[in-house]
């Protein structure tokens, strides 16, 4: 009967003190400090994003990420089309978790227009099944890129398998594998389809196993924890100082959670608990995320249990598109999709922030609006940006081969970050 | 404390520079008139009224208005749970302000964005440069007289852009016109096709008569 | 004898040799084994991956490996929209690969530009390199991708691979 041991780590500061130590003869040549190029286009599923790292041997003294070669100009699209019109380009943003991204564009216009308080709950659950679906699948894949990178290849195609069994789903309820563009404002573009709600659950049991099958290759692996442990520590304080939020956020200690904090949809209504790392490093920021995928799969059983019936679509014409048949039979109900699909809906005047707790952080959307269908100013606040510029603060001090740890622990997506 | 009670206090540290709270959808914004004392405003904001997270920085363009942009700080206090919302106005001659990374490091790349994208410089940051489009590139994408579809440049070596080609799109009515031939999307000249609003155009006679007359030079 | 043909190849006539032109043998290889560079850019590359993964596998198709470097690859597959500030890496990285090559425009960013029609986003990666063949959708599923492969597969079995050779030293004839 084998025992159950504790691995004995030590941390990482002293490794490479002792590292130093026998190769200290070495120490008396000074060298020129190297400037190493982490280019646009690197092996980690990450997306484009540059580091400029000035290194001394192996150990980075300076890190400067160089941001923007996804600009694709969203916000200056916002201004130009209609809210209605923008809900595609906001399933791009974070596009490993669309129906999220839908979720919170959907829920700051209508925090805009004063509706929020008038969907339906069948909407209100639907739309909370779809933003913890995003949830495992960004989490998954947050995960199996993590561990492909630290050098885990098997997990990636664990994890893909999982994620494709979602995609089904979503193909079946909105039309597409992902960049779903679900939402409307004022409620949904349809309803579930017959049979959703049993391959939702049926789902739920095949997930879980596969959590099990990740964490036995994962999580008390010696080579993982090996690289995962203190590397890459964010203290308290810093991750406040600069904005870090989401499982980042949580893995340093800090139990802050929007959907607790500021509940919206019927998140105060459902029972789920936040998990919270200890020190900060890439282990718990590793772990954090394995739980919170535990958590989404207790909030979809729940609400699958109580999913009530009723209309998905807030019954007003001047926000949400009428009936079909009423448009091509009766004038009131084709002067309002008229009106809607060319001019969008009136938002009032004003100025509004929602942020949402998104897989990767608070997605926040500020919105200016001066009246009419299309914001005068739409300011997207994307968690990836701000989680990122904590590098310059993290890097340095570890070796080259923790940025890959790092990085993937930090689990940005460029989408999101250059919008 | 809720928000209301932090923006009282804050108010009644700071005086007049402050405006009244505007509360719209359960937020609370204050305006404040003078921009260079942000940093001031902002650092007793954090330290005595516990503001200790900034969420966002945002820049709002408002052209043919003066003064022209509007830089808006987004607040949260973890410990008490509140949302706060500071607004300052710039001019565009100067359109310069004091930075706030001495209060928050999070708003070194939040400036650094308004300073791509709009323009807006903020003195004492440590590193103010580009951070979505490239060094040397020398347009304001986001202002409003920066058309969608963007201008040539050529920097060598290091990038180009060309004009998008738009067709005369996007094909959205412009909101707030006096009739449905002011709200039309064609109104919009495809290469100024930055004035949304037709209210704006009789509020500025002389962008109303850019329109009319192509060799008009428009100084805002 | 200017006609290109493919391997023709019946293993009860012809036993353990196959006859055929140098051309086709050499397009045959090639074909099989066409190593993707992946320029995964955006939202496209996330189905990329998910085409390498294990339910539509592209390794079937003789893609075995994602080789990220250029030096090592055969195709490049652009995935997802090129920004002006990404333009120029993107064309440094096809110049870097190795004769012959090509290039798949995965999705409508790449194609054109798709939905981004701003100041930001290049209107179609045709405009710095040579593209073979496009696929459309936003993202185009799996199975589109490997259609697309399907597609450059028969273009590289119809090239004229031994009229592009070039002889290092002339013959020299033993007398």
New interface residues.
């Given amino acids: 009967m084998p025992t159950v041991q504790e691995m004995q780590i030590g941390d990482a500061a002293a490794r490479i003190q002792r590292v130093a130590a026998a190769t200290d003869e070495l120490s008396d040549i000074e060298g020129e400090k190297m400037v190493l190029n982490m280019?646009?286009?690197?092996?980690s599923?990450h997306?484009?994003l540059r580091i400029v790292l000035e290194l001394d041997g192996e150990i980075i003294t300076k890190a400067t990420p160089d941001?923007?070669?996804?600009?694709?100009?969203d916000?200056?699209?916002a201004?130009?089309?209609?809210y209605t019109?923008f809900i595609?380009?906001t399933?791009?943003l974070d596009?490993?978790a669309p129906l999220a991204n839908n979720v919170a564009y959907a829920l700051a216009v209508e925090?805009?227009m004063?509706i929020e308080k008038q969907l339906p709950p069948r909407c209100q659950y639907i739309r909370v099944i779809c933003c913890e679906l995003a949830r495992i699948s960004a989490h998954l894949?947050g995960v199996g890129a993590f561990a492909m990178d630290v050098g885990a290849m098997t997990v990636?195609?664990h994890t893909?398998?999982e994620?494709?069994k979602i995609?089904n789903l979503c193909e079946s309820l909105t039309g597409a594998?992902?960049?779903t563009s679900y939402t409307r404002i004022g409620g949904l573009s349809r309803d579930l389809p017959p049979g959703w709600v049993e391959q939702c659950r049926k789902f739920c049991d095949e997930v879980v196993v596969n959590f099990n099958e990740t964490e036995k290759l994962l999580t008390r692996n010696r080579i993982f924890v090996d690289r995962t442990k203190d590397v890459g520590v964010l203290p308290k304080d810093?991750a406040?100082?600069?904005?870090i939020t989401g499982p980042n956020l949580r893995g340093s200690g800090?139990e802050?959670d929007l959907r607790k904090?500021?509940p919206y949809l019927v998140y105060d209504q459902l029972e789920f608990d936040v998990p919270v790392g200890s020190v900060g490093d890439c282990y718990d920021r590793y772990l954090v995320r394995m739980e919170e995928m535990r958590q989404s799969v207790r909030i979809l059983k729940q609400c699958l249990k109580k999913l009530p019936d009723g209309p998905v679509n807030i019954p007003d014409g001047k926000t949400v598109l009428p009936a079909k048949n009423k448009v091509l039979t009766s004038m009131e109900e084709l002067i309002h999709q008229f009106i809607l699909v060319?001019?969008?809906m009136?938002a009032p005047a004003?100025?509004?922030?929602f942020?949402a707790e998104n897989p990767k952080g608070?997605l926040?959307f500020?919105i200016?609006s001066?009246?009419?269908?299309?914001p005068?100013?739409l300011?997207i606040?994307g968690p990836s940006?701000?989680n990122?510029?904590v590098l310059p603060?993290l890097l340095p001090g570890h070796m080259m081969s923790d940025v890959v740890a790092i990085l993937g622990s930090i689990d940005f997506v460029?989408?999101e970050c250059?919008r | 404390m809720s928000s209301l009670d932090q923006a009282n206090k804050l108010r009644a540290q700071f005086g007049e520079i402050l405006s009244e709270s505007i509360e719209f959808r359960g937020e609370i914004t204050l305006k404040l008139s003078d921009a260079n004392r942000i940093a001031e405003v902002c650092e007793f904001a954090k330290k005595s009224l516990g503001f200790d997270y900034l969420v966002d920085i945002s820049s709002v363009d408002n052209y043919g208005d003066d003064p022209r942009f509007t830089i808006v700080y987004e607040l949260y206090s973890y410990g008490h749970r509140t949302h706060l919302r500071l607004k300052t106005d710039v001019g565009e001659e100067r359109s310069e302000l004091p930075t706030v990374t001495g209060v928050w490091k999070t708003a070194d790349w939040h400036e650094r964005e308004i300073y791509d994208m709009m323009g807006v410089r903020f003195g004492g940051h440590p590193d103010l440069r580009r951070i979505l489009m490239w060094e040397g590139y020398p347009h304001f994408p986001l202002r409003k007289d920066f058309p969608l579809a963007g201008k040539p440049t050529e920097m060598p070596d290091i990038a180009f852009s060309r004009p998008a080609p738009l067709e005369g799109g996007p094909f959205v009515t412009v909101p707030g016109g006096k009739d449905t031939l002011a709200r039309e999307p064609r109104v919009r000249i495809p290469e100024e096709d930055s004035l949304e609003t037709n209210a704006r155009l009789e509020r500025r006679p002389e962008i109303k008569e850019a329109h009319i007359d192509p060799n008009h030079i428009s100084r805002p | 004898m200017q006609s290109k043909t493919e391997i023709g190849y019946n293993s009860k006539i012809e036993g353990d040799v196959v006859h055929t032109r140098l051309d086709a043998a050499l397009n045959w290889f090639r074909k099989n084994s066409l190593w993707p560079m992946p320029m995964g850019l955006a939202c496209c590359a996330i189905e990329l991956m998910a085409a390498g993964a294990s339910r539509f596998d592209i390794s079937r198709f003789g893609s075995e490996v994602m080789r990220f470097s250029p030096r090592q690859s055969d195709v490049m597959i652009v995935a997802g929209t090129v920004t002006y500030k990404m333009a120029l890496a993107v064309k440094r990285i096809y110049d870097q690969m190795a004769e012959p090559k090509w290039v798949i425009a995965m999705g409508a960013c790449a194609s054109t530009g798709g939905m981004y029609r701003s100041y930001a986003v290049l209107q179609g990666v045709d405009r710095i390199i040579p593209v073979d063949v496009y696929v459309a959708g936003c993202p185009p599923r799996p199975e589109a991708l490997l259609d697309a492969l399907l597609r450059l597969q028969k273009k590289v079995a119809k090239e004229p691979v031994v009229e592009n050779l070039t002889i290092a030293a002339p013959f020299k004839k033993v007398a």
Avoid: C, W
């Fill in positions: 280019g646009p286009s690197h092996p599923t997306g484009v941001v923007g070669y996804l600009h694709r100009g916000e200056k699209i201004e130009n089309m209609t019109q595609p380009y399933d791009r596009y490993l925090k805009l004063g894949l990636f195609l893909f398998y994620r494709e995609y594998r992902f960049t810093v406040i100082d600069y904005g800090i802050y904090a500021h060319t001019q969008g009136n004003g100025e509004i922030y942020g608070e926040g500020y200016n001066k009246g009419g269908g299309t005068h100013r300011k606040r940006f701000v990122l510029s603060r460029m989408g250059d």
